[in-house]
């Protein structure tokens, strides 16, 4: 497979293609620019639709390392960026004679020997020969504190940590950020950032996703499943399966043999593509009309 | 399709139009989509048009008023898209008649190609056949004095809306809870690796997110206003999101955020498009269960509905939308301005089949209500579930 920096859009679509993501080409021309522009690319969607997936596939376009930072609520520059280790520096204090230069001890504990690296520091303080791709997973499960120093970091690419000074990158990793929009990321990050939203994939783009990616189901079934999904997209639902139930469903049903569906072997794989109990019972008692949708799309 | 010389001026152009239409098109973006078109060819609209979305589009609500300016901006006059017909796409842009009207102008278009918000007949019509009592006017705020409104602001605004607090999963530092080794190993660094003090840290305290959804449909005609009155009190602090509803749901928490009153009851009365509607409390709540639960009700918010209950939906569904509104939220309050009023009795069918599912069911005709109110909020627990 082709690595290294796509000089066209096309390009780009290609390399994802290649690589069995099947994106539109807007996502392609976003990061395309977001790589010419060094920007980081903020990519929202509603949840399974290949946000993640689309960094980690980026990563291998680029030949470049992944560098993970998930968030979480609470999270802060101890997890993300560094930390000492503390332990250690106690120990070796402790293991020092009566006699040594405490500030000479002091500058040999706070060197990077003792310094635990975490993701944001290892994104940019690193020997990579391609710049690595860092993402920044689920940022709306962060706090505002946090969103506040990304800001910070991503505007410039440098972290001071006092002890050290100032590290900042030789070369500016790509940066995606992704959100499920659990609640509102603030303006003056997205404002740093290009942004794509990743909408649902339509009936021919999704069959084309299920056959790439989960090629053990037969073509038939590849669309039939596809068709159901989309029939459930339309419904009434507290959640509607994404692409990524699309694909477990897929598997499921050719993990059972399956080359065509029917309503008995739908409704024993519901539980592969709805997630509340509400949802499962509403769209059981219309499973025969699902069904019949579904084989003739 | 733009042409060179000419294409930064029409592109600073077109970041002011985004802009009139309510986007954030500042110069940094602006610098951006310069840059960013050294990259593409121009000569591909949809490589053009994208480029230019991911540079000036932040939000996923901004999408199709981006689309319906770059149509009208750049797009070469289509007849089908004058007549409104064009498939997929809506080219009314979100401006106030004068501007739309200043843009039209400028861009050689009819003012109706602008901005179809204006006509009537932009008005979705739901298939129910209940939209005859969608009344689609906008509701007049003079009625109650300007004295009464003085007087009922200022008290609520002294009143200290203090919403209970949360832990959160950041700590901070505290006297006593769990040890904070960092700083602890640092003072021992500082002692020759002696832990001669231990530190502590503890989660840091937040107020709870709170969620107003408001029912301002004509039979809480009276309550309306009071109602933003007092929603605007609250919303000066944070975390308030506020939704209204009558047939429909709308969001209003931006509205609020308008520091002047006056200013603010304005844009609500225009923003909202069916003022004294019918009511369908339990389609109002699956459309925020589908749309705005999961954005909205992270970090243990509060959620209080206002409503009378005078429901013309089905109750089953209203039944339904509650148990899944009351799982996802901290604790669920029901106001009822009628609950105040002498012999009343919560019989009306919405309120009968809301009733077993509401953590709280408080009166809210008057201030003495909205205070006690206020002391529930601040009375509840900081620990999950404490229900």
Redesign the interface.
């Known amino acids: 497979m082709t690595v290294g920096t796509p000089t066209t ?1 096309e390009e780009v679509e290609a390399r994802l293609r290649e690589r069995k993501y099947i994106g539109d ?2 996502l392609a ?2 990061i ?2 977001a790589l ?2 060094e ?1 980081p690319l ?1 990519i ?1 969607g509603e949840a399974g639709v290949g946000k993640t997936e689309a960094a980690k596939v980026m990563a291998d376009v680029l030949g470049a390392r992944l560098i993970r930072l998930q968030c ?3 999270i ?1 520059l ?1 997890h993300a960026v560094y ?2 280790n ?2 250690r ?3 070796h ?2 293991l ?1 004679g009566e006699g040594e230069d ?1 500030r000479v001890a ?1 500058r040999e ?1 706070f060197s990077s020997e003792f310094l635990l690296r975490r993701p944001l520091l290892d994104a940019i303080d690193n020997d990579d020969p391609i710049p690595p791709v860092l993402l920044i997973d689920e940022i709306d499960r962060s ?1 505002e ?1 946090f969103e506040a120093f990304l800001l910070e970091l991503l505007s410039d690419f440098q972290v001071s940590i006092p002890e050290i000074g100032t590290i900042k990158a030789k070369r500016a990793p790509f940066v995606v950020i992704t959100s ?5 990321v603030h ?1 003056a990050l ?2 740093r ?5 990743i909408d649902y994939p339509d009936l021919e783009k999704e069959v084309e996703i299920v056959r790439a990616r989960a090629p053990e189901a037969a073509d038939g079934l590849a669309r039939e499943v596809a068709g159901l999904v989309q029939g459930l997209r339309s419904m ?3 959640k509607v399966p994404g692409v990524a139930e699309t694909l477990d469903w897929a598997r499921s049903l050719a993990a059972l043999g399956a080359t065509r569906i029917d309503s008995n072997l739908v409704d024993a794989t519901l539980g592969s593509a709805l997630k509340y109990q ?1 949802d499962l019972e509403r769209v059981r008692e219309q499973i025969p009309a699902l069904v019949e949708k579904a084989r003739g799309a | 399709m733009p042409e060179g010389p000419d294409l930064l001026p029409r592109l600073g152009a077109f970041a002011r139009l985004l802009h009139d239409a309510g986007l954030e098109a500042g110069p940094r973006r602006l610098t951006d989509a310069t840059r960013a078109l050294v990259y593409i060819d121009l000569k591909q609209q949809i490589d053009f048009r994208n480029a230019l979305r991911s540079v000036f589009v932040s939000r996923k609500e901004d999408l199709p008023t981006f689309e319906a300016a770059f149509d009208i901006f750049w797009a070469p006059p289509d007849p089908r898209a004058a007549a409104g017909v064009l498939p997929g796409r809506s080219r009314a842009l979100p401006m106030s008649p004068e501007r739309a009207k200043a843009w039209a102008i400028a861009l050689g278009l009819s003012s109706s190609q602008m901005n179809r918000e204006q006509e009537p007949t932009a008005v979705p019509i739901s298939s129910s056949g209940y939209s005859a009592e969608e009344l689609l006017r906008h509701k007049d705020f003079e009625q109650m004095t300007w004295q009464e409104t003085e007087q009922v602001r200022r008290l609520l605004e002294q009143a200290p809306w203090r919403v209970a607090e949360r832990k959160t999963r950041r700590l901070r530092a505290a006297r006593a809870g769990r040890i904070d080794l960092r700083r602890s190993a640092r003072h021992a660094i500082r002692s020759s690796g002696e832990l001669m003090r231990l530190f502590h840290r503890r989660p840091r305290i937040r107020r709870r997110p709170l969620v107003l959804i408001c029912d301002v449909s004509g039979s809480m005609e009276r309550y309306s206003r009071l109602l933003m009155i007092f929603s605007h009190a609250i919303a000066r602090r944070e975390d308030v999101e506020a939704f209204v509803f009558s047939t429909r749901l709308t969001r209003i928490t931006r509205l609020l955020r308008y520091r002047d009153l006056d200013r603010c009851l304005e844009s609500v009365s225009k923003g909202v498009h069916d003022f004294s509607g019918g009511t369908r409390i339990g389609e109002a709540l699956a459309d925020f269960n589908r749309h705005w639960a999961r954005r909205v009700l992270g970090h243990g918010a509060v959620v209080i509905i206002v409503s009378d209950g005078w429901d013309r939906g089905d109750p089953a569904r209203l039944t339904a939308e509650l148990i899944h509104l009351r799982r996802s939220a901290h604790r669920l309050i029901w106001l009822n301005p009628l609950l105040g009023s002498e012999g009343y009795q919560p019989l009306t069918r919405g309120m009968a089949a809301a009733l077993p599912h509401v953590d709280d069911f408080l009166a809210a005709h008057n201030l003495k209500a909205l205070e006690d109110l206020g002391r529930l909020l601040a009375g509840l627990g900081t620990r999950a579930g404490s229900r």
């Not at chain 1, 499920?180 to 509102?184: A, G, L």
């Not at chain 1, 950032?193 to 939203?197: F, K, N, S």
């Open positions: 859009i080409r807007g021309t976003s395309f620019l010419k522009l920007k903020f929202e979480y609520e609470g802060d101890a930390e000492w503390y332990p520096q106690l120990l204090i402790r020092m405490r002091e504990i706090d504190e499920n929009r659990t609640r509102e303006d997205k404002r950032c290009l942004y794509h939203w009434d639902l507290y509400e």
